[in-house]
């Protein structure tokens, strides 16, 4: 079994991740080499445009590049008893966190079995591997070596954000920014003449949720950017769409909604108003912030209708579940979790009103798969506007992809589909992200053509779609 | 690769859809072949019996044998904003529609790429091949000299529909027949002397549904075909009971009953007789007619159990989503979405009063592959009388077949399952999908062997099960 | 096809279960002869501690010992019109049930085909070829053969409940015991000075939950035992709390709560005792009982942060759901159906109070599905006091396994899992239950290896984990 004993040849190996059965493996190698080198298309993430603003702007070091920003990492050595405070994550007090990035480093290294077959694992090992060129297995033993190589090749300028986004080869990438956002960053990008092409994407969730977390103070800045006075629900649709156009103006091609669930309603204008004034007066209910959300997702739907911008929904997150560390750390610590979700009845209202127009994009996103083949196929391949969005968050995995494929892709079609997005935090895991999902669709599409179920001429053709032309045609990139 | 390059080599391999692994592909390849030729049984689907009253009926040209009636087919091309009008779907007010075939076909055609790796192109492919000796691949190209090849089949005697269904092997084919329906065509087959074997099955949603489009009429219906005056709860049932009759005699076997959700609770006479009061002056509520069909469900039990019919129970559809469609084209468009059912509570009071009864079978259907290993199959690995009906709808797909083995076997045993049904709407399909379901049962089966779950001997007799032995068991055909 | 025909040649495949595909097996087979051999570590069971109180205890006859106890065997006979009086399950009124065991071996035979490829036909052909050396398949003509060898076997003293238990190689072995429950057996075990090591488990689940029959007479048993004169909330938990001191003085490392759903929720002291105070008129309403359970999994959590006893947590199963086999055999007869459970809103009082606290370990078992990858892996991955149990019950089989690692390892990650339970009733299945669940492990890692995911030498340390040292440290055995 030598061939398959050393981490180092597992991970350069070419067939990698691909379905080991013989044929499917050989079908699947041939449809990836096709498509491996063609420039990244990213329509959603979460990458900061600060990053780009500067030609000389650095990562930092090792732990502030890998460990420190990545929740998905630190969560599960949280998990594991490891205090995140051990491993420099910021505590909101100020109060003390391990500063010494080797310290953070050494014991991330120590416990960096935990991530065996996991998908952060398999991120990482690819980061290592492919960017930093590391050829030993981090652990105790190799801690410090890897941490040297790395943090010199960080102190290189070939490693700014900049040229690595030239080297990882992204045809675009769009980033998520909040509605009342200025976009400095993109601005600067845009008038310092280099070349990479990063674009704002609307997110309007801080207003159009009542109960979000300073919702007061969003509203203030709302009127501030937009210029409008926003104080009844004419003058915050007015400020949404002006926003939306500013947003437009910047290149956005499209906006994303988050909610709990994906319940939509529509109101009358009335009652949005009295919600609206209960709400500026502090005293907007539970109810009213679920019925504004639902109403507002419709009223997303309509403005998508009018000025063209393709429309994303996030549901299912059970947002900071655990209080404790919510309050010591803040928000995006590793500590959401999905919730059950539903989208026949919850979707209706918006669907009947604008599912039929075909001005219309409207990408589903889910937390529970369980929604894929009982409600999401079936809507998507009925509904002109529908779109399917890939697998979100814990589910862009090996098998998360799978799973994804194997549900949905009989009922609603191939071409009901968004393509793919990384939707990534961390910028050095884009290549990973995509050459996973590159080789997860490669051995999708060759396990059809091994079972016979469509040709090698249709075979290219789909890897084609979902490497690229997807996420182009559907984002409108 | 030439060996899979070209379309029409993969639809006649002789190893289509099985799993590609090579010992399992071999075994599937050798129980399949035992099978392959065996009669159709085909206990539930909703075929015309008109088709077959007269002996020279035809389909009429391809567009009308394939696209216009097929909604699995259109809904995939308005999904991408191909209008219903455009391939000729009727409108009920009789608005403009295409009426031109060719132009028709061509649309089609040219978006066939639309279905790759779904069930209805895998069910399309199979017919073009197999019915109509189609050599090439459907696409913009070739679109009008395949329309050409099946037009002039189709306007030859041996595409009658008598003569398809000779030629397809059926031994005997259940349609679905409302309640009040006087089984005209039924009786034109019968004193035909032809000998295709076409039996009636009794489906009494629009009577027990006080909800039903035209309930009121249907009642009448119902007094008038049963002879007996239908004014309250007692000769509701009576008449009801005096159906079924009528059907047993006309060779019946089966009831279907469709319901939103499996809910199913018992009702006093006095309180039966009152909501069917409020029904009869048109002011029954919704929860009248939810408890209303509850109670029905356990009485059509109650009568199985008297008369020996078996009871078939599918549950989870979302009828008529989409009212826009609705409104103009009527019911059964491509609207109909699944939602989350639930069993082991719902069932609870029909199964607790019925389900121990040895006389009788109660096929269960779901949209909620959740129900799958969570309550169906321990439910019929325990109630004597709960048997599991095929994968339904959206999941008689190559993968949907997976799911339900996968999900289901362990816990009910294969001899808790009633066989396949196909369904179908569309007449020309039949063999595709009992071909479909052949394989895939094979596959399944040759997978139980490879692993050594069970030997040879054993996978001869599970084959011969599900192909028809299951099937003419259960339903008693 | 020579090589698979034979059944006996089949289970004793040195490959059995294994994934076909040839590499995945190949590594599958060697890194399951790394661990075939290893000791048993059985955390969790439903075995009587009564067998091994005397030396000399047997078996009875093979319908004793294989039939009359095991309702997954004669739950599956039922579901076929099998009554169970035909296969001797006693009656609670006395009445007649079948009594020659000969004639109950016989019916199982004439119908040992229903359990082709179930869990159950696995575990007994296993049984049947490695504990008893039967070489023929059991069939109506081979019934009373097979019989007779099993019954000579019984007979001898090698097959005696200590010798089998020195025979599998149990290293530990832990039993589930009620709060009230005096461990005589255990006593007698221990001071018998046999060296077998079974351990009690605490189960509260008689005495928390206030509608189990006979609650008021478990309370007076509590009283009795833990010499603490229980009428008021107070002394409630005092008496708990007396009881798990004992429990630990025998040995025990953990408790097992039970619930219909996962809800937890914390009362304030006064409301648990006017609960507690309507439980002891007989006056506690449904409302009462779900509230008290919700508070009592709460304090089960905060005793074993004091105590140091682990806590498992089993919900999602409807007992008894039939009630004419309730009322005529009592509980445990087949009838114990899943329902839909929620972790991420249930569990939340418990984890955010207790989640944190890394002296807990509450391990979570589920019958729906669904939560594994929506809520358990998620929750897994976060909270430090969350292990995940095994696939349980109806799904720890062949796909039921394959579901659990497919779901939930990519975000859970192997080491927040707690290793493998038996939760075995039929003493003789344990060797089978751990063999089947050493290749079904020894599988998945090899996918991984195959997939080049993980390399050997971690595939290595997995196989390890999961056979023996996650259910050592996670129980803290």
Redesign the interface.
């Given at each position: 079994?030598v061939f398959?004993?050393?981490?180092k040849d597992?991970?350069s190996?070419k067939?990698?991740?691909?379905?080991?059965?013989?044929?499917?493996k050989w079908?699947a190698q041939?449809l990836y080499d096709s498509v491996k080198d063609v420039p990244i298309v990213s329509p959603h993430g979460h990458i900061n445009p600060h990053l780009f603003a500067e030609e000389n702007s650095t990562f930092g070091n090792p732990s502030e590049l890998i460990i420190i920003p990545d929740h998905y990492l630190y969560?599960?050595l949280?998990?594991?008893?490891i205090p995140m405070e051990a491993v420099g994550v910021p505590r909101i007090d100020g109060g003390e966190t391990e500063k010494d990035p080797r310290k953070i480093w050494k014991i991330f290294a120590d416990n960096f079995?935990?991530?065996?077959?996991?998908?952060t694992g398999?991120w990482l090992e690819y980061e290592f591997t492919n960017l930093f060129g590391i050829k030993r297995?981090l652990n105790s033993e190799t801690a410090m070596e890897i941490y040297d190589i790395i943090d010199k090749k960080l102190n290189s300028p070939e490693y700014s954000p900049r040229k690595m986004f030239e080297s990882f080869n992204i045809e675009v990438l769009c980033t998520t920014d909040s509605a009342t956002d200025t976009l400095e960053y993109h601005k600067k990008i845009r008038d310092s003449g280099w070349k990479g092409k990063i674009l704002p994407t609307f997110r309007p969730d801080a207003i159009v949720n009542l109960d979000s977390v300073g919702w007061k103070k969003n509203i203030e800045k709302l009127s501030e950017v937009s210029c409008i006075d926003v104080h009844d629900y004419k003058t915050f649709i007015k400020s949404l769409e002006n926003r939306r156009q500013f947003f437009k103006s910047m290149g956005a091609t499209c906006t994303d909604s988050a909610a709990l669930i994906s319940y939509t309603a529509e109101l009358s204008e009335v009652e949005a108003n009295n919600i609206l004034s209960r709400a500026f007066k502090g005293e907007a209910t539970d109810e009213d912030a679920k019925k504004f959300t639902a109403h507002m997702l419709m009223e997303m739907a309509r403005m998508s209708i009018e000025d063209g911008m393709v429309m994303q929904l996030h549901c299912g997150s059970?947002r900071n579940?655990?209080?404790?560390?919510y309050k010591k750390f803040g928000p995006d610590k590793?500590?959401?979790?999905?919730?059950?979700d539903?989208f026949?009845?919850n979707l209706?209202p918006l669907?009947?009103k604008y599912?039929?127009d075909?001005r219309l994009t409207l990408i589903l996103f889910t937390?529970?798969?369980?929604n894929y083949?009982?409600?999401m196929?079936?809507?998507?391949?009925?509904?002109?506007a529908?779109k399917l969005g890939p697998p979100w968050w814990?589910?862009d995995?090996?098998?998360?992809m799978?799973?994804y494929r194997?549900?949905m892709?009989?009922?609603a079609?191939?071409?009901?589909t968004a393509g793919f997005n990384d939707d990534a935090r961390s910028f050095p895991s884009i290549p990973a992200r995509h050459d996973l999902s590159r080789r997860m669709d490669a051995s999708w599409i060759a396990?059809?053509?091994?079972?016979?179920?469509?040709?090698?001429?249709?075979a290219q053709?789909?890897i084609n779609d979902t490497t690229f032309r997807l996420a182009k045609k559907t984002y409108k990139l």
């Open positions: 079994m398959i004993m050393a981490k597992l991970i190996s067939d990698r991740f691909f379905d080991s059965e013989p044929t499917t079908i041939e969560r599960m949280y998990s594991q008893g079995y935990l991530f065996r077959g996991t998908l398999i297995k059970y579940h655990n209080p404790i560390i590793g500590c959401d979790i999905p919730i059950q539903e026949t009845r209706k669907l009947n599912g039929n075909t937390l529970d798969e369980t083949a009982r409600e196929a079936p809507l998507a391949g009925h509904y002109p529908v814990f589910h995995s090996i098998n998360g799978i799973r194997f549900n892709m009989e009922t079609g191939l071409y009901n396990g059809l053509v091994a079972r016979k179920i469509v040709d090698m001429d249709d053709e789909m």
